[in-house]
RNA sequence: GGAGGGGUGGCAGAGCGGUUGAAUGCGGCGGUCUUGAAAACCGCUGGCCCGCAAGGGCUCGUGGGUUCGAAUCCCACCCCCUCCGCCA
């Protein structure tokens, strides 16, 4: 969310960003009904000052006694309130059309961030690892699984639907482990690790920002009031926090989290539809920071490379793009891409997403920090997430990389521990 | 699910129809004193919104109602606590 002030007043600023985001968000309706609603909020507030003032001198005239004058008193008092009630209806419309509109307008993108129409302009940061030449053919995740008998589509969708997915033996043993080995590293690196709700209610889910525009891509429960299952761990971390004002002395607050996580994939048919690369339910180890905003670029930058920390321990191949301003999600100010390479789709696959939401999430969630040394009253936090990382994406990966020309899987260094085993045949 | 109790400022806790946006204590901030600190003493100290400002409005779990006037009365809902039941 925008501060309204800060629409009206740099309205050219925001015009301007809204055209790099390619949004069609409508800036002049906006801009009128904030107006309109200053206006009546002037009106209505000098009634109020009136009627306030015509009571208390009700509560007087009471006491001397002064009755008849008190009368007259109390009818003026009645007509204002007729004239008020009329004049709040219309006050509280304005203001839910004023909020609704608040709740839908994107983040503005950060000044850094590249100009550009859609994901062929986003730029590529670094490369890290020289992605395998395979002596023979290699096979996609969607067979080595399979032929393993590790990985189990068929039964899946007997179980669910089409894109889930059902893992067996040391299959489940390789998604375990994939987790416990990325929570295991950033706890060793200062996250907090949390084990949260995966059903949350609306109010966590408009505080980052996946309602009220995004209702369709989430699962929602039937319950009164509903529940919806969450897309991410970002969603209750972030939430944790919110409605509270922190202690700047405890920024920045760094947070990790596994949860599965579930999505609609309402439009993404026919992408992706083999394996487990776009699934309705898949597992992720998340990333939340809570900094102030004089850190929250270099935390971003702090956040990409724990992410990017995993993928050198289990020796995959990667590289990091920026969004361009046209390809930035709703809530980011700046993201970073990290993607992985996958010989199934010759190329490099989204494996985590790290954004800067700026002061954008925290405005919604109402998080706030104080300060008594820098500043008087409380101002917002900077959120930021980050996949750290997508657990059934890196097992794909892995499976796709550390392949033998036997159908066999060599388990990466970093997972013998965990998994017990060095090789999966 | 049943019965009872309760939700007031950062915390504790008064108020129970009018000058109470809220006593008091703690905490926090500033000051006096002190070589420094502690103690003591003095002053200040919720949030949000509109306004250039002066000022005004809203806010005592949430939403409605009664009244000229509600933290205070009525209704509904939410949450917390205790006991009982059920349960992984």
Known sequence: MLDARYVREHSDAVRAALADRASSWD?????????????????????????????????????????????????????????????????DTIEADARDM???????????????????????????????????????????????????????????????????????????????????????????????????????????????KFEDDLFKTQSDPPLYLVPTAEVVLTNIHRDETVDASLLPLRYTAFTPCFR??????????????????????????????????????SMLTDACHILELLELPYRVIELCTGDLGFGAAKTYDVEVWLPSYDGYKEISSCSDCWDFQARRASIRYRDPAGFKGGRFVHTLNGSGLAVGRTV?????????????????????????VDVIE
């Open 27 to 91: 800036l002049d309706a906006f801009i009128g009904i904030d107006e309109e609603r200053r206006d009546l909020i002037a009106k209505v507030e000098k009634l109020q000052a009136r009627r306030n003032e015509a009571s208390r001198l009700v509560g007087q005239m009471m006491k001397e006694p002064r009755t008849e004058a008190a009368g007259a008193l109390k009818n003026e008092v009645r007509s204002i309130n007729e004239e008020l009630s009329a004049l709040q209806a219309l006050l």
């Open 264 to 301: 609609e994939e309402a439009g993404a048919a026919g992408r992706d539809t083999r394996g487990m690369i776009r699934v309705h339910q898949f597992d992720k180890v998340e990333l939340v920071k809570f900094a102030t905003p004089e850190t929250s670029l270099d935390e971003l930058e």
């Open 396 to 420: 794909a990966a892995i499976l796709e990389n550390f392949q033998n020309a036997d159908g066999s899987v060599t388990v990466p260094e970093a997972l013998r521990p965990y998994m017990g």
């Open 102 to 212: 608040l709740l839908t307008v994107p983040n503005l993108p950060h000044e850094s961030v590249p100009v550009g129409r859609d994901e062929n302009d986003n730029p590529e940061v670094r490369r890290w690892g020289t992605p395998r030449v395979f002596d023979f053919e290699p096979k996609a995740h969607w067979d080595i699984g399979p032929d393993l008998g590790i990985i189990d589509f068929e039964r899946a969708v007997k179980l669910a639907q089409s894109r889930f997915v059902l893992m067996g033996g040391l299959g489940a043993r390789l998604e375990r482990s994939v987790i416990n080995m990325m929570l295991d590293t950033h706890t060793a690196r200062g996250y907090k690790e949390w084990w949260p709700p995966i059903l949350a209610n609306a109010e966590t889910l408009t505080g980052t920002g996946q309602l009220p």
